[in-house]
């Protein structure tokens, strides 16, 4: 099967946007072995995409076109789709029923141009949009099959992994087993490396590497007749990426992220945790606080800023911040010990650094310390963190989430 992709949007053209809906589908077409030669991008204008499609018709097996699926009048992907196949649009009912329960939510009215988006071509497959309410299609004609996908990368990727794959999965006649390892704490290029030899070897399953700011994802896919015989072709490399890669992995799942895996983690052991924030300012207990239920272990937390506020609301000793500075190993352990001792928790952290772009105390942006706080004993570690401030703030959490998951016990 040879397949092309149509990503439109006069904004991608004109850079207001970058696109990242085409790799990512050219990855998991690539991983069902469907070739690929064509990408184009085209703005929203229904000559020139009627234009593509003839070309693509003539080319192609598979022809996707990403975006222009909205109710605004410059969506023009699935009527000019729809013209280009002589066919009408016909709405789908369980979109329309979720338009009409969304909108029941919001309490407004459904205007005539939102019911566009529960619209496809006649005689298709509707393709559901977990997260939005642009339905997708799936239109078969003379041995050519059209997809029309949503431009959001938040719609388009569960779409395709949950309806699109598995359509495509039959049509080759392959059952697919895929998981997806994440893992934190390794570069993009250290995992390339630590691979190489299994990525170069690969014929099935195959592998692909994904940097997910800030951590790192490796998805690998067997391909089978049939589901046993595809999760027996793939456990043993999935061992293997885990061996290889060591303690850098924390999870695994599409969707799931590090604050996700260890706020689940801690909920489940009933591990209680605290936090005193100084350059991050409160982000980790923000990222904490979306993992649902995390309320059950979390009592709050402290954002303490200035020198005077670690002493006065969590103890840390003025005389250890005026030996060692606000950025140190002291401090940071001495903030991870006070925020325990003043919430009664299991755990706590202490963040202190230089999210930069200045230094501070003679050291450089992007000096980190974290200290955390167990049951036992404190362990503090040193980061020298690279990228802009919120880079390094983010990144800081994110290895606040992994020392602390490296520490619960087993």
């Not at 649009?89 to 009409?100: C, G, I, M, N």
């Not at 799936?138 to 099959?145: I, Q, S, Y």
Request: proline fraction near 5%; hydrophobic fraction near 40%.
């Amino acid at each position: 099967m040879k397949a092309e992709i149509i990503a439109v949007g006069t904004e991608m053209l004109l850079g207001e946007i970058t696109d990242t809906n085409t790799p990512y589908l050219a990855r998991q077409l690539a991983q069902l072995g469907i070739d690929m030669y064509y990408q184009n991008t085209v703005g929203d204008n229904p000559a020139r995409i009627t234009g593509l499609l003839a070309q693509a018709s003539q080319r192609s097996d598979l022809i996707v076109l990403m975006g222009g699926l909205g109710p605004t009048a410059d969506d023009v992907t699935k009527q000019t789709l729809t013209s280009f196949l002589k066919r009408p649009l016909v709405t789908d009912a369980a979109a329309e029923q979720k338009l009409h329960e969304q909108a029941r939510r919001l309490q407004h009215a459904l205007t005539a141009n939102n019911y566009v988006q529960a619209q496809l071509p006649a005689d298709s497959i509707p393709l559901a949009n977990r997260t939005g309410l642009a339905v997708g299609s799936w239109t078969a004609v003379d041995g050519r099959v059209y997809v029309t996908l949503p431009g959001p990368p938040q719609e388009l990727r569960p779409m395709v992994s949950e309806q699109l794959i598995p359509l495509l999965a039959k049509q080759t006649h392959h059952v697919l087993a895929s998981r997806m390892l994440r893992f934190f704490g390794l570069t993009e290029s250290v995992i390339a490396t630590r691979l190489a030899e299994v990525i170069d070897a690969q014929t099935n399953p195959t592998i692909a590497i994904y940097y997910q700011f800030p951590d790192i994802a490796v998805r690998i896919t067997a391909r089978a007749q049939d589901t046993e015989s595809a999760e027996r072709i793939l456990q043993p490399v999935v061992r293997q990426v885990q061996t290889l890669l060591g303690d850098a992995y924390y999870g695994e799942g599409e969707h799931n992220s590090l604050a996700q895996v260890v706020g689940n983690e801690l909920i489940h052991g009933q591990h209680t945790i605290t936090a005193a924030e100084s350059l991050t300012a409160g982000e980790f207990q923000a990222t904490l606080g979306s993992v649902p239920g995390i309320s059950a272990v979390f009592p709050g937390g402290f954002v303490t800023y200035a020198a005077a506020q670690k002493t006065a609301m969590i103890g840390v000793p003025a005389d250890t911040i005026q030996a060692h500075g606000v950025v140190s190993a002291e401090t940071a352990q001495a903030m991870a010990e006070g925020a325990k001792r003043q919430v009664g928790t299991e755990y706590a952290l202490g963040f202190t650094g230089v999210a930069g772009p200045d230094n501070l105390e003679e050291k450089p942006a992007g000096t980190v310390f974290i200290g955390l706080a167990g049951p036992a004993k404190t362990v503090v570690r040193e980061f020298h963190l690279i990228g802009s401030r919120n880079e390094v703030r983010a990144r800081a959490v994110a290895w606040g989430f992994k020392m602390l998951q490296n520490n619960l016990p087993e």
